[in-house]
């Protein structure tokens, strides 16, 4: 039995477990057990990210604890060993061999995610106002100077976006028109290099930092009333622990991802109140912020692209991958066409 299968059984489990719901993404597969989540990575190498052995996965469930503890104080609550018995016998924090690792959180309403607050028209400019001072507080805080400053150097950045153009190249004159995706690299390469001076100055303004790197409607919780294990308030989860090259960059990318998240969501009103007030409480005015909007749009159709080759992935998700790869792509093209 696999530890997928294994972490469907609640006999598997500490607490006492009525309902398993099994969710899983192109690196991770996540279980809710009613109170907790256990959220263990694929062994995957997609390049960017290497989860292909157990002690790599050990070490990058310790970085999430330790990253996501900042914004979501409360919440990561440890990392727990899955144990195999010589019978085969899978158990979570067992004296067995371990197998596997799991990082354990409590689990929030999921009815209070953003973005099912965006479908159902719920999330409100207030509620855009405390996201941006929260991230506008931790970005003040975040580490920056030698060891993150180079991730907003012109060379790292045009590393990140020829390395997006390679990872995509196969899309191109299939799920994705030759032209928009030869002009979405002309445009965004000649930014790159007619803009030096205006990446320079960010970062001698000190404005790159080690940031959550993945700040989107699906990562926020809005919780509107408090729980056992919980409080009510803002919960900005799963940053990323697996690239510093990822994580660590301009915080206008930061404000960046959110921004455009709510541009797809067909909220530009949100997402021109959440530039407003972030560049208020963080004086600064975010220039590159359309260049990074467009990054981030290009990467997530890129990530979206990638679960087509997940062989775990049903008909039904292919059409969805498919749906949002292109979707995250126009929206790129549309910023691209503007720089």
């Known amino acids: ?176 028109e030759e032209s928009s995706f030869d002009t979405v690299k002309m445009n965004v390469l000649s930014f790159i290099e007619d803009n030096r001076e205006l990446f320079e100055r960010r970062v001698a303004e000190k404005k790159i930092r080690a940031c959550h790197g993945d700040v989107h409607s699906g990562n926020i919780f809005v919780v509107r009333e408090g729980g056992r294990l919980y409080s009510e308030g803002i919960y900005i989860f799963d940053a990323i622990e697996f690239n510093e090259a990822f994580r660590c960059g301009d915080i206008a990318s930061e404000i960046a991802f959110l921004s455009m998240d709510m541009d797809f969501h067909g909220r530009d009103d949100l997402s021109e109140h959440l530039e407003k007030r972030y560049s208020e409480y963080a004086g600064d005015d975010i220039a590159p912020l359309l260049f990074y909007k467009c990054y981030r749009a290009y990467v997530r159709s890129k990530v979206s692209s990638f679960r087509l080759d997940d062989p775990d992935i049903t008909e039904k998700e292919k059409e969805e991958a498919v749906a949002l790869t292109k979707r995250y792509f126009e929206l790129a093209l549309g910023y691209a066409a503007r720089l």
């Open 1 to 176: 039995m696999s530890v997928v299968d294994a972490l469907m059984n609640p006999e598997v489990y500490d607490e006492k477990v009525l309902k398993i719901v099994h969710l899983q993404t192109h690196i991770s597969h996540v279980f809710l057990t009613g109170e907790y989540v256990y959220k263990i990575k694929k062994p995957v190498d997609f390049g960017f990210l290497d989860f292909t052995t157990l002690a790599k996965r050990k070490h990058f469930c310790d970085r999430e604890l330790e990253i996501n503890r900042m914004l979501c104080p409360g919440i990561y609550l440890d990392v727990v060993p899955i144990g195999r018995s010589p019978s085969g016998d899978i158990r979570i924090n067992s004296e067995f061999e371990t197998v596997e690792y799991a990082v354990k959180m409590v689990q929030l309403p999921q009815e209070s995610i953003m973005t099912e607050l965006l479908k159902k028209g719920e999330i409100y400019k207030n509620d855009i106002d405390k996201i941006a001072e929260l991230l506008a507080d931790f970005h003040s805080k975040a580490e920056t100077g030698e060891g993150v400053d180079e991730y907003g150097s012109v060379e790292q950045i045009k590393a990140n976006w020829v390395q997006n153009f390679d990872q995509t190249q196969d899309l191109r004159g299939n799920l994705l």
